[in-house]
């Protein structure tokens, strides 16, 4: 068998980073977070959004990249999982991987710090989350409780808190925003380890999962969600958010009715009816942020 070739290693390097399963809440979620703090400290949009909005991508394709990297042995075991693994396809070398993902994990860090001190911290404590939930000799994703908190913070509320913590350094009330959006990710977590079951059992984990049987971790990502709800809801009322948003609100949701899958949000056919709205509910949240966003933007610019 040849050698790959550096165009076959770089591409093999890009699927491993599996970038359209996050960017799509990578974003939105930093902008959030990022116009909650401007609206409570009342300071414009600058560059440094940009640079942690590049961080924050970093930083979750770093978790995706050596996921992939420690998980390949396991992955070999079951079809589906090793065809979208480069490194158990032998796409790419294990060596070859923890060097590319040495060199995100520096330049992460070098956006982050544009940010300032406290973002800073915020994208330490991810990028570390990101390493011992699949590193094997701690790998928090294969202990109950560990796997769901681990994952939720890294791939979200810190994720909302580095935008926030770029304009402002008091959260208040903001932290049923960020409750709001962990929960979401809990529910996320519950629901991919529910699609993984037995692939993660033949493998010996121990996860949340695992040790609440297939119905508790079905009724677990319900509570997760209607507590996610109450969380924003809270906030709703707290006037975190403008109330104009509620019209684009409304408006999005026929808008996202468009957008019908038959596939949940990692493209894989869905274990549970929640899994066939995870996309409209995506593109409901891209829509108001969006449109918020573009509203604080020309107000900006109007004033200036």
């Given at each position: 068998?040849?050698a790959?070739?550096l165009?076959?290693?770089?591409?093999?390097?890009?699927?491993?980073?599996r970038?359209?399963?996050?960017?799509p809440f990578?974003?939105?979620?930093?902008?959030?977070?990022?116009?909650l703090?401007?609206?409570?400290?009342?300071?414009?949009l600058?560059?440094?959004?940009?640079?942690?909005?590049?961080?924050?991508?970093?930083?979750?394709?770093?978790?995706?990249m050596?996921?992939?990297?420690?998980?390949?042995?396991?992955?070999?075991?079951d079809?589906?999982?090793?065809a979208?693994?480069?490194?158990t396809m032998g796409?790419i070398?294990?060596?070859?991987?923890?060097?590319?993902?040495?060199i995100?994990a520096i330049?992460?860090?070098?956006f982050?710090?544009m940010?300032?001190?406290?973002?800073?911290?915020?994208g330490?404590?991810?990028?570390?989350?990101?390493?011992?939930?699949?590193w094997?000799?701690?790998?928090?994703?294969?202990?109950?409780?560990?796997?769901?908190?681990?994952h939720?913070l890294?791939?979200?509320?810190l994720l909302?808190l580095?935008?926030y913590?770029?304009?402002?350094?008091?959260?208040?009330?903001?932290?049923?925003?960020?409750a709001?959006?962990t929960?979401?990710?809990v529910?996320?977590?519950?629901?991919?380890?529910?699609?993984?079951?037995?692939t993660?059992?033949a493998?010996?984990?121990?996860?949340t999962?695992?040790?609440?049987?297939?119905?508790?971790t079905?009724?677990?990502m319900?509570?997760?969600?209607?507590?996610?709800?109450l969380?924003?809801?809270?906030?709703v009322?707290?006037?975190?958010?403008?109330?104009?948003?509620?019209l684009?609100?409304?408006?999005?949701?026929?808008?996202?009715?468009?957008?019908?899958?038959?596939?949940?949000?990692?493209?894989?056919?869905?274990?549970?009816a929640?899994?066939?709205?995870q996309?409209?509910?995506?593109?409901i949240?891209?829509l108001?942020?969006?449109?918020?966003?573009?509203?604080?933007?020309?107000?900006?610019?109007l004033?200036?």
């Amino acid at each position: 068998m040849s050698a790959p070739t550096l165009q076959s290693q770089l591409s093999g390097l890009i699927r491993l980073t599996r970038w359209k399963e996050y960017v799509p809440f990578v974003i939105p979620l930093t902008i959030l977070g990022a116009l909650l703090a401007t609206q409570r400290a009342e300071v414009g949009l600058d560059w440094r959004l940009v640079s942690v909005i590049i961080a924050n991508i970093l930083a979750v394709a770093y978790a995706f990249m050596i996921n992939d990297i420690e998980d390949a042995p396991d992955d070999a075991r079951d079809p589906d999982r090793a065809a979208r693994n480069p490194i158990t396809m032998g796409e790419i070398g294990i060596r070859f991987g923890y060097n590319a993902c040495r060199i995100v994990a520096i330049i992460t860090l070098a956006f982050y710090a544009m940010g300032g001190g406290a973002v800073l911290l915020i994208g330490v404590g991810t990028l570390v989350l990101s390493h011992l939930y699949s590193w094997r000799p701690v790998r928090l994703k294969a202990w109950p409780i560990t796997d769901i908190v681990s994952h939720s913070l890294m791939l979200s509320g810190l994720l909302l808190l580095a935008g926030y913590y770029t304009y402002h350094n008091e959260p208040g009330i903001v932290w049923f925003v960020a409750a709001g959006v962990t929960l979401v990710s809990v529910y996320g977590q519950l629901y991919n380890q529910l699609r993984d079951f037995e692939t993660d059992k033949a493998a010996g984990l121990h996860n949340t999962a695992i040790l609440l049987g297939e119905r508790n971790t079905r009724l677990a990502m319900y509570l997760s969600i209607a507590l996610a709800g109450l969380s924003l809801l809270a906030a709703v009322v707290q006037m975190v958010f403008p109330l104009w948003l509620g019209l684009v609100l409304l408006i999005s949701i026929p808008i996202s009715m468009l957008f019908r899958s038959q596939t949940d949000m990692r493209g894989t056919a869905y274990v549970d009816a929640s899994g066939s709205v995870q996309l409209q509910g995506l593109v409901i949240v891209n829509l108001i942020i969006t449109v918020w966003l573009i509203q604080v933007i020309a107000t900006q610019l109007l004033i200036l």
